[in-house]
């Protein structure tokens, strides 16, 4: 056994690309185990390796962890990008949380049904600008530092830039009216994990398609 993580989900995105996300801005490799078919799911059910029957599962540490919000805490608590305290991590926690929402939203367009894209897109767009972006921007204008919590960068700040390339594959110019997260995701794309991360090559999957789509509802019956 090499040691390394290994992921077992899709070969896209989905609720595995923030686990994806926080490892690689931890600087640690992992392995990736693909279900290509609804038989490779069904053989990880039937070896009685996935608690809840679902996936993402991730081996680490002698685990198999499910649920997603489960294994990105503990990625953040092993590798110190969960803050310092117990408010830190409830600050980290409620920022979390917000992004978590957005990017559901954005993660489950392209599956929405073709009538309906265009309101959800709109919706996306506006929850983004209206209710998320502008905490995060007055978050970074009142403590007038680099990262969200405790000038430390913490899971937070790598799910913020995270869902900000995602809602700018949205709409390219969604940041237009906030600068302070304009200057954020420079900063933080910059850091040499995420920087490497970002690059073409990288184990980072790229945006959902119409392909990834039918793949994933037939794996899932979804």
């Known amino acids: ?7 077992h989900y899709t070969k896209g995105r989905g609720k595995m690309e923030s686990i994806r996300w926080l490892l690689a801005a931890a600087g ?3 392995e990736e185990e693909f ?10 059910r039937n070896d009685g390796v996935l608690m809840f029957q679902q996936v993402p599962m991730v081996e680490i540490d002698g685990m198999k962890m499910v649920q997603t919000r489960a294994i990105l805490s503990y990625i953040a608590a092993k590798y110190n990008l ?13 920022y979390v949380e917000g992004t978590t929402d957005l990017m559901g939203m954005i993660m489950f367009h392209p599956f929405q049904p073709a009538e309906a894209k265009e309101k959800n897109l709109a919706l996306i767009i506006e929850r983004a600008t209206t209710r998320y972006f502008p905490v995060y921007e007055k978050a970074l204008k009142d403590h007038g530092q680099d990262y969200l919590v405790g000038n430390k960068l913490s899971w937070a700040d790598v799910h913020l830039l995270e869902a900000i390339l995602m809602a700018e594959e949205c709409k390219p110019d969604i940041l237009s009216a906030f600068p302070l997260l304009q200057a954020f995701k420079g900063r933080t794309s910059n850091i040499p994990t995420i920087k490497k991360f970002l690059q073409p090559g990288s184990q ?12 994933v509802r037939k794996i899932f019956n979804f």
């Open 1 to 7: 056994m090499s040691g390394k993580p290994k992921l």
């Open 28 to 30: 640690v490799e992992f």
């Open 35 to 44: 279900i290509e078919t609804k038989d490779d799911l069904e053989k990880l």
């Open 82 to 94: 969960y803050g310092k305290d117990l408010k830190e991590r409830a600050w980290i926690d409620m």
């Open 204 to 215: 980072r999957k790229p945006q959902t398609d119409e392909k990834f789509v039918a793949l």
